[in-house]
């Protein structure tokens, strides 16, 4: 069986939390409001990161992008052949785990990377240092670094430098946002934020770090200030939320599972940018706290789930 898709005995039942979270139906109007309740167990939490881990995508190429033994991407090229002079546009992927976990193999899920090749983009996937090893601003500037490396390499790699769009799960999703907002990263290495297309942010927290305080009790709070720590002044500066303004990317695409915290910080996220003429969309989808957050992570390019559809749409337009 997939380790993706096994789930635990007492997990089989039509409505558990699994199953809904693996459904992934989307929520519309004033239900993504609604207030969840995370009954994760921390052996469940030990479980799905167990498949997340074992899910590491097939084939690639490995390149190092800087210095250090942790400045690695790997690039997958499509696998469908281009229309002739067309060259296809780049996934670049930035991955989870609260800025102290996670590689850029392991926390990635095998599904999207397959699906999106077939579809005929281009897809990286960035490793970048570790906190406590680095700051989280000094992670922003690696994975900068990543993409001003790959877009120099576009001729060679065969991708379009002019068509990349960032990615990213939990605290990547977090570092794709403040790259598509806080243009300073991106210039600081010779990028043009106005040149990324777009960003897909997979259940992201932090956009307001501060308000996760109040948002996201626990373990997500408990994470933002071992990263990020209680300065106010920083968090602020560490908020895609507040660098919104603009110049910013020039699309977002907000996928949020049922984390209430998180969707509303999505949703005062979209606000600024719609403030400063970017477009957003926000879309939620069932799974609840963890559940839902491992699920979009692990699920995202089946054909048969809510948020495929959702991305491929976005991407074509």
């Not at 996934?91 to 005929?120: C, M, N, P």
């Not at 983009?121 to 700051?135: D, E, R």
């Amino acid at each position: 069986m997939d380790p993706s898709t096994k789930t635990p005995e007492s997990d089989t039942a039509p409505d558990n939390p699994t199953s809904i979270a693996a459904r992934g139906a989307e929520i519309t109007g004033l239900d993504i409001f609604r207030r969840t309740t995370d009954a994760t167990t921390p052996s469940r939490v030990a479980d799905l990161m167990a498949q997340m881990h074992a899910d590491v995508p097939a084939g690639g190429t490995d390149y190092s992008y800087g210095p250090s033994p942790t400045h690695i991407l790997r690039y997958w090229a499509p696998s469908v052949p281009q229309a002739q002079k067309t060259k296809p546009p780049l996934i670049a992927f930035i991955h989870g785990g609260s800025w102290r976990v996670g590689t850029y193999l392991d926390s990635v899920g095998s599904r999207k990377v397959e699906w999106l090749v077939a579809k005929g983009y281009a897809f990286a996937s960035i490793n970048y240092t570790l906190v406590p090893s680095v700051t989280v601003a000094q992670q922003v500037g690696e994975c900068a670094a990543a993409i001003a490396w790959l877009t120099r390499q576009a001729s060679t790699l065969g991708f379009d430098a002019g068509a990349v769009v960032l990615m990213g799960h939990s605290s990547g999703a977090h570092v794709a946002s403040l790259l598509g907002t806080d243009g300073t990263y991106l210039s600081n290495v010779g990028v043009d934020i106005g040149g990324i297309k777009g960003v897909v942010a997979i259940d992201g927290s932090n956009f307001n770090a501060a308000a996760e305080m109040l948002d996201s009790l626990g373990p997500v709070a408990d994470n933002m200030f071992a990263a990020l720590g209680k300065d106010i002044a920083h968090l602020r500066d560490m908020s895609p939320t507040y660098h919104a303004r603009g110049p910013n990317a020039r699309a977002f695409l907000l996928l949020q599972a049922q984390r209430h915290g998180d969707v509303r910080q999505a949703v005062e996220f979209e606000a600024a940018l719609l403030a400063a003429g970017t477009a957003v969309e926000v879309r939620v989808f069932e799974g609840e706290f963890f559940e839902g957050h491992m699920a979009m992570l692990l699920r995202l390019g089946e054909g048969t789930y809510p948020a495929t559809r959702v991305v491929e749409e976005w991407l074509a337009r």
